[in-house]
Structures are given as C-alpha cells and as structure tokens.
DNA sequence: GTAGGGTTAG
C-alpha cells in the first residue's frame, strides 16, 4: 500500500514559484485531497463494514474519473473494490474509451470479468467496442460480440451500431455489413458508422450507394454524414455527385460547419476544380484555420505553390497543423530549400514540430540531396526525440540515400530494432539508384527469408536495380514471379521497368511487343522509356513512333518533344528539328531548365547553363579552362552530338563546357577541401559529356565525384563510373 | 437513462 501513502503524494514541480496556471493547481490540489480521503478510508477500513467501505471506495473512484489526470489513480482503486456496481464500471470504462486509453478499459473490463457476478449489462457494450475500435483489437472486439450475444444485448441497437463500428475499425467490412444487414432499427448514427467504414476501406463507390439507400429509407442525413459522402465524392473523384449533394446541403438548409466547409473545399479541388473550391473559400464569411488549412493542401497537391502560400500568408494565426501542410507543400512541389527555410522560421516562432512534420521536413532534404543539411536533419530526430520512429527511420534510409551516402543510409537500417516492408523497399531502391543491383537482390531475397512479404512497390525497386545493370534474366524472372508467386497484378510503373531493362539493353523489338501486349493502355512514363531507350540506340523510326504515340497523350509533353528533336539531331536531319523546335515555340512549351547544386560550407549552391551570377563566376570560369586544357591532355574533346540546335561545332562546344554540373564542379575544386569527395545535384539527366567529363576529373584530379541526376546515382573515381556507363 | 457518429486540416 506504500504507493497509495500520504508520503508520495506530488508536490508542486517548482515550490518556490506560484503555479502559473490555475488549471494545474486546481489538478494537483484535488489528487491531493483525494489521495488523502482515500487514506482516511484505508485508515478506519477496519471499522467499517466492508459495504460502507467499498460505497466510499466507489465515490472516490467516481471523483477520480471526473478528471483525465485522474484515471490511472481511479484504475488502482477501483482495483480494490471486490464488487463495483455495474453503474460504477459503466462510466468508468466510458471515461476511458473516450480519452486515448482504449487499452485500460480492456484492463478494466477484464478485472470486471474476473471479479463476482455478472457486473455487465447492455450499457457496458457501447463504451467497451469503442475501446476495442480504438485499439482495433479484433480479437478481444469478437470474444465481446460473443458475450453479448450470450447475455441478448446483440439485438440492442445501440449494442449493435457498436458492433458495426468496431468490426469496421478492425478492418472487417464485411461483418460490419452483416451486423448492419442484421439490423431491424437503423438511425442516422448507424448509417454513418457504416459509411464511414466504406471510406476508411476506400471503397468510396459503396458509399455512395449506401448513401441512397439512405435516403431510400427516409433517414435524413445530418451534417456529418453528408462531410463524409462529400470527402468520398473528393476521393472518388465523382464531381457531379459531389455537385448534387451540395446542391442538396442548400437546398435542404443544412448546416454548414467548419468540417462540411473543408469536406466541401477539398472534394472540389479533387475533383480538379480548384476554381470552385477558391470561389466558395471567397464566399465564407468567416475562414477559420481549418479550411484555410485544407486551401493550402488543396493548391499544395496541385502543386500550386504559390496560391497556398497566399492563403498562408494571409492567417494571423497559424498552427503546427497549417505550417506542416505549407512545408510539405514546397517539399512535395520540389521547391526543398523553400521547405526547409519554413522548418526554421516555425522553430524561430517556437512552435515544436511534431512527426509528421519532421517527415515532410525529411523529405525535403531528400529532394535537396545536401549530405550536410541531411546530418544536422538527423541529429535534429535524434536529439528532438524523434529518431525510434519507424517511420522516421524509414524517412532517413531514403534521405540519406538520395543525399548521396549509401553507407549512411545503410547504418540507419541497420540500428532499427524492427524493419517493415518500407524499410526494406527503402534500402533496394536505395541499392537500385546507386547502381548496386547485387545488393539491392540480396536485400530482397533476405527480407523474404525474415517473413517481410515484398509489395508491388519492392517490385519496382528490384526491377529498377536490375534494369539498370542490365541483369535482363533475372529481372523476367522477377516480373514473372511477382505476379505468378506473390500475386501481384502488375501496374503501369512495373511495365515501364520491364519496358526500360528491355529497351536499355537493346532488345527494343521485345519491349515493344510488351507495350503492345500489355493488359494496361500504355501511358506517357511507359512510351517515354521506350522512346529514350531509341534515343541510345539509335532507332530513329521505333523513337519516332514512341514519340508521337506520347504526343497523343499528351501534346505538351516537353520531354517528348526534345527526345524527339534530339533524335533528329543526332541524325541532322535540322528540318525536322527546326518543326519541333517551332511547334514548342508556338504552343509556349520550353525545355525544363537544367540546373545543379553543389554544398560548401553549408550553403546550398545553384548553377544554371552559362550562368556567371555566382560570386566567384570569374575565378569558376578560370578554373573551368585550365580542366578543360588538363583534360585535352589526356585525350577529351567536347562531345558535341546531344547538342539539339543547328550551330557551327565552335559554338556548340561553348554550349556543352558550360553546362551546370560542370560549373559546379569546377566550384567544388575550388572550395572544398583537397581530396574530399565532390557531391553535385542536377535536376536532369547528366549529358554524354559531362558524365566523359566528370570520370577524367576524378582520374586527373584524384578526387571522387558523386552526380544525382533525376534518375539515378553516378559514382566517378578513379577514372571509372559506378553506372559502367550502362545508364 | 450511464450508451452509439467528425484522427475536421498536415
């Protein structure tokens, strides 16, 4: 009993100062009091009969459940009393199925289970499969179906709606169904249970069914039922059904509270029609946090970043929630260093990020691909609290990996205590970009062989690895055992692999076979690869055809269009590539402008072609002509052949040496320490020439040179590439 | 008569 003694009872934290907020001292001095009538109790036990004791017993618990903080001590008491009335275990297990302690009122509802008589009527079931939802303890959530149905409670349709919810909750829509089915009284509360069960499951199209034998039974839909059809009409992007029950929201005067207005705002933007959404934002008398919040993930997701950042900028007051959704805005929208800039404002303002923060937060360093922002991210997670997190840790494996640091990445996998299929699909991606296919199959045979069943994404990351090194039979037999094995159907993102390990080693008539096979229209990704794999071969007419079957797709395709143009280039046929280059002027299509980063000193470099706004640009410029004489030394001359634009080869030789990746690795030799390894980002694909220019570097200079472009990993040392140039 | 519905937005 020496934890229940006066000795123990909590003092102030700081007993010298006034409590600052009244909320605490009036917390703190009620356990107090508490605690002390309960000693009074424990103190004269022995002269009371043991009813009166436990009656005071049942009070205090009573007291304690008034207050959250109060629970775990009301838990222990509650423990003593050998026959609590029903009454008494009933709001005590509704007190704790409605905080976030679903597992203690499984506690308790054993303890009642265990002690004399029955101690549960039908009350007890509403509050108890709300805990066991909570939980999603299936298990204990049936072992509870089956008592109430041995006692009769199962035909009470409060009992029931909680058996809907529960087996909805633990992932079982069917049975949730059957009770639902079972059902002789359904009411709004049943309907939505079982609604929002279909669109927890995702299977939206339900839902709207569902919703029209709603009102096919004349149960009129509330406020929170219509948000959850809206949302579903959002995911499901239905936008005429959305439209109509809008339409029916007005018509009918329902009220529309801040969850039915960002219901109503995200399904619209989903829907892709962002207008609509801005317009009834406009319309709002009163924009509260939350749908302004929603207006910023809505702009965010199409990647208009700016739009979100106006509405951002306009809220006074901002929460973690909103500032969270701007940062992942810029991460997701590719815009990392805009991302990270916010992380520190937040911090400057003191709001603490939370995990989901950290993981946009992570993301956006993965996209940036500076090693050392990367290491001050991760010593952040670590001191912050955040680093056992399986999902963080999983963030970390891509960062790192992305950042150029196989090997960090690596070390962070190995220090998990427990490794999902993420983690494991992390790390053979990450094999796969570095070009390590070797590894990246070990990973996947290993996984198999702990219990960690691939999906369809581990499936992209192997066939990634294995296209590109080249293992063409090892990669068939992967595809066929994905889907003939694992059971998994194959998607547009699995063709495209198997259309590029075919196309890259050159059995182009294969790959085309397989587009034309396929039991998927082939899209954009899958006539790209296809199209670049001729480009490498050279297969003017099958690229040709690959190009234009893309541009049915999608005419502004610009990556269509300048494959194409560089086909024609390559062969100088500079009509052809006069009409391309015309039709992009017309239609206002440009090239993505390619550009590099290089980190020194902790600062993010930037370089676009030719570009002279760097500081240093004279001295860049220097140096950039002393490597090229260096380099002609030892045999390199300027390729000039990708170059797309009919010009005299002078020119077309100043085009090529002043590409971005070259001007920052001419800074790199410049400010970085000798001998250390340069890191360089480019946001395309890296030229013939520069990756020829980049090896002879790492020979002449002796330095290691590692290249991100937008596919994959390039490690020059030595002379040598860690793609063996089959990229 | 003590009971059932919104992880609202990241």
Sequence with gaps: MSSLSLNTVAVSPHPTKPNTTTTTATTTTTLIQLKQVHAQILRRSSNLNPSSNSLLLQLLVSSCTLSPHHLDYALRVFDQIPTPHTHLSNTFLRELSRKAEPKKALLVYERVRRKEGLGVDRFTFPPLLKAVSKASALAEGMEIHGLAAKLGFDSDPFVETGLVGMYAACGRILEARLVFDKMSHRDVVTWSIMIDGYCQSGLFDYVLQLFEEMKASNVKPDEIVLSKIVSACGHAKNLSYGKAIHEFITENNIVVDPHLQSALVTMYASCGSIDFAQELFNKMSTKNLIVSTAMVCAYSKLGQVENARMIFDQLVEKDLVCWSAMISGYAESDRPQEALKLFNEMQVLGIKPDQVTMLSVISACAHLGALDQAKWIHLYVDKNGFGRALPISNALIDMYAKCGSLERARQVFEKMRRKDVISWTSMISAFAMH????????????????????????????????????????????????????????????????????????????????????????????????????????????????????????????????????????????????????????????????????????????????????????????????VVSELKQVGYAPNTCRVMVDLEEEEKKEMVLCHSEKLALCYGLISNAKGSCIRIVKNLRICEDCHTFMKLVSKVYGREIVVRDRTRFHHCKNGVCSCKDYW
């Excluded at 670049?532 to 050279?538: D, F, N, W």
């Design 435 to 626: 070009g390590n296919a070797n590894d990246a199959l070990n990973f996947f045979y290993q996984m198999q062989d702990e219990k960690i069943e691939p999906n369809g994404v581990t499936f992209v990351g192997v066939l990634y690895a294995c296209s590109h090194s080249g293992l063409v039979e090892e990669g068939r037999r992967i595809f066929s055992s994905m889907i003939n094995e694992h059971n998994i159907t194959p998607k547009h993102e699995h063709y495209g692999c198997m259309v590029d390990l075919l196309g890259r080693a050159n059995l182009l008539r294969e790959a085309l076979d397989l587009v034309e096979t396929m039991p998927l229209a082939p899209n954009v990704v899958i006539w790209g690869s296809l199209m670049a794999a001729c480009q490498v071969h050279g297969e003017t007419e099958l690229g040709e055809f690959a190009a234009k079957q893309l541009l049915e797709l999608e005419p502004d395709h610009d990556g269509a269009l300048v494959i194409l143009s560089n086909i024609y280039a390559k062969e100088r046929r500079w009509n052809d590539v006069g009409e391309v280059r015309n039709l992009m002027n017309y239609r206002g299509i440009s090239k993505e402008r390619g550009h590099s980063r290089i980190e020194s000193n902790n600062e993010v470099h930037e370089f676009l072609m030719a570009d002279r706004y760097h500081k240093q640009a004279d001295q860049i410029y220097e140096k950039l002509d002393e």
